[in-house]
């Protein structure tokens, strides 16, 4: 009798798999003003830089003068007590959110929009910036840290500057216990054997004097086998 694969226990979910939301501060969304067209602009102060386990990038807690309060990526350089503003004709300042319309090309953002009101999807990584290539009517032309250029809504909002926590990757983790630590937070299994490691009743790939593995295999092998070399989606000259 053979044991379950880790795809097979990764497929079923449980505890080892799933991440720890209830230790998260909560999400970095910028919030939802109204009228994506406004030029109103508010003030805002930074009350507190913050820790978010399993998150690269520390967390600004930033209150509104109009009482409202959400989290931030935080830019490099940012202070607590720190003066920000939001809206279309806010600052060009380090920490400051404007629609992509109203920044100048060159300038670099992170925490980007796609759309107008999803809080920001992209450049949210610790170090991480996209720079403003230029301007198309109401889209604007970014350059992502990719080095893929995008065409995104001018009245999708950024924050001004580079995200901080810029150099975390290379600082080496030195030993199991720090990589075991980040593991617990980010929902990592870890250690994962490799299968040609393990015995022939434990995987695919295992048993045998000699390394082996990477079997091809089918789309429609069951998950207890599907490991290895998964056969291509598709075959032939496109057309």
């Known amino acids: 009798m053979g044991k379950r694969i880790l795809a097979q226990r990764k ?20 919030p939802n003003l109204g009228s994506k067209d406004t030029e109103e602009t508010l003030e805002g102060r930074v009350e507190a830089i913050l820790h978010d386990p399993g998150r690269g990038v520390p967390l600004a807690l930033i209150k509104l003068s109009n009482g409202l309060k959400f989290y931030n990526i935080a830019a490099e350089r940012l202070k607590e007590g720190q003066r920000i503003q939001v809206g279309g004709k806010a600052e060009l300042a380090p920490g400051n959110i404007l629609p992509l319309k109203s920044v100048p090309d060159g ?28 301007h198309a009517g109401n889209n604007v032309y970014v ?8 065409l995104i809504s001018g009245f999708a909002r950024a924050t001004i500057g580079v995200a901080a926590g810029g150099g975390r990757t290379e600082k080496p983790f030195v030993k199991a216990g720090a ?31 000699h390394p082996k593995g990477g079997t091809p295999v089918t789309h429609g092998t069951p998950p207890g086998a599907k490991v290895g070399h998964i056969s291509s989606r598709r075959t032939g000259r496109r057309k």
Not at 11 to 24: A, D, E, K, N
């Open 11 to 30: 497929g079923r979910g449980g505890s080892v798999f799933t991440s720890p939301r209830w230790i998260h501060i909560g999400p970095a969304k910028y």
């Open 179 to 209: 990589k075991y630590h980040l593991s617990k937070v980010k929902a990592w299994k870890y250690p994962e054997v490799r299968g040609k490691a393990m015995g022939a009743y434990a995987h695919p790939h295992g048993g045998g004097s």
């Open 107 to 134: 300038t670099k953002v992170f925490n980007v929009e796609l759309d107008y009101g999803d809080g920001g999807r992209i450049v949210r990584s610790s170090g991480c910036y996209a720079v403003v290539l230029g």
């Open 143 to 150: 350059s992502l840290p990719s080095g893929k250029t995008r």
